[in-house]
């Protein structure tokens, strides 16, 4: 007897998950977040399917018959809905987390384990990201990367000393840019930048330098970093650390302009323009895929007629079964477009 074909699932955006952060400002608002008065918000986790164990980190649907649903029972109910022949995170979950990010003040210096040191450290996980530049006030950067010729030991002694910055590489950027952080590369978000990020599904970062916060609740993670921080060579694996999406070629069809900004063994982004009234129909081929909202406002519609808001801000994850879901610009919109790679990767989680 053939297997019962999935239950096809509906386009899905979520409730916005607020973190309170050190950092954080309050201009998640131009994105439709309800921040609190006088909150330090920096993170909306937008698309997440964590473990348990970390709390807030299950992403609840926001509207439709599934409402209050979380994407952990949708998955669990049937993971072939969900996933397709995608296989899950290592600890089980969808295998791409989904966050807005809101520096009002510098991001701790940090770097996330790399696949040696999770391998040897099983309740640590794998770390790749990267950002999409939202908005950034004049001369704002990011820090990514060391000097090449800085070494370990002087890299962690000047940490120590509170001299550490000049051993960062520090990269102006601005709403466009696309900066690729993969795990094992020291980086910080700077001041006065806000930005989508897309990453494998885990929580585990190790802090360097703080700026001098000395907060408890905030404490650093030297011994950890110093185990897979990459230096010299090592950080340079053969593709770009930043893509500026106005020198990226784009290939324009039927009023549909794509330029692909990213990728990386875990997944790849993709920059969509559609002019106003355009539609954008997408074939699934038995895969999810996620639309992020960057600018304008426009929908998704699925083949049974279920419609979701894909506006600025608002991530959408099309689940594997979605019956031919079909995007349409109700003004000018710019989206990203993240998919899972032809290969997943091994150490997702």
Wanted: one cysteine or more.
């Amino acid at each position: 007897m053939s297997p019962t074909p999935p239950l096809p699932l509906p386009p899905l955006r979520f409730e916005a998950i607020l973190k309170a952060r050190a950092w954080g400002g309050d201009r998640l608002t131009r994105f439709g977040r309800d921040v609190p008065e006088d909150a330090a918000i920096g993170e909306s986790w937008d698309l997440a399917d964590l473990p348990s164990s970390i709390e807030g980190g299950r992403s609840r649907v926001a509207e439709g018959p599934l409402a209050g649903r979380t994407l952990a029972e949708l998955r669990t109910d049937d993971p072939a809905a969900v996933l397709g022949h995608r296989p899950p995170a290592a600890t089980g979950g969808f295998p791409m987390l989904v966050k807005l990010l809101d520096a009002r003040e510098n991001l701790s210096v940090q770097v996330h384990p790399d696949p040696a040191y999770a391998d040897a450290h099983p309740d640590t996980f794998v770390k790749n990201e990267a950002w999409f530049v939202l908005d950034a006030e004049p001369g704002a950067a990011v820090y990514r990367g060391i000097d090449p010729a800085c070494t370990s030991e002087a890299f962690f002694a000047a940490a120590s000393s509170g001299d550490l910055l000049r051993h960062l590489t520090r990269i102006e950027v601005r709403p466009g840019d696309c900066v690729r952080l993969p795990s094992g590369i020291c980086h910080a978000l700077g001041e006065g930048v806000l930005v989508a990020e897309v990453q494998t599904p885990s929580d585990t970062t190790f802090r360097v330098w703080d700026w001098n916060r000395d907060d408890p609740n905030r404490p650093l993670h030297l011994a950890q970093a110093r185990a897979c921080m990459r230096f010299g060579d090592r950080q340079n694996d053969g593709r770009p650390a930043v893509v500026r999406l106005d020198d990226v070629p784009g290939v324009e069809r039927d009023g549909i302009m794509t330029r692909r900004l990213c990728t990386t063994d875990d997944f790849t982004i993709d920059h969509l323009r559609l002019a106003a009234g355009r539609r954008l129909p997408i074939a699934m081929d038995g895969e999810p895929r996620v639309l992020i909202g960057i600018s304008g406002t426009g929908a998704v519609t699925d083949a049974a007629g279920r419609t979701v808001r894909l506006s600025a801000g608002d991530t959408v994850l099309l689940p594997a079964s979605c019956g031919s879901p079909t995007v349409e610009a109700r003004g000018d919109l710019n989206l990203l477009w993240v998919d899972l790679p032809v290969m997943p990767a091994g150490a997702l989680a």
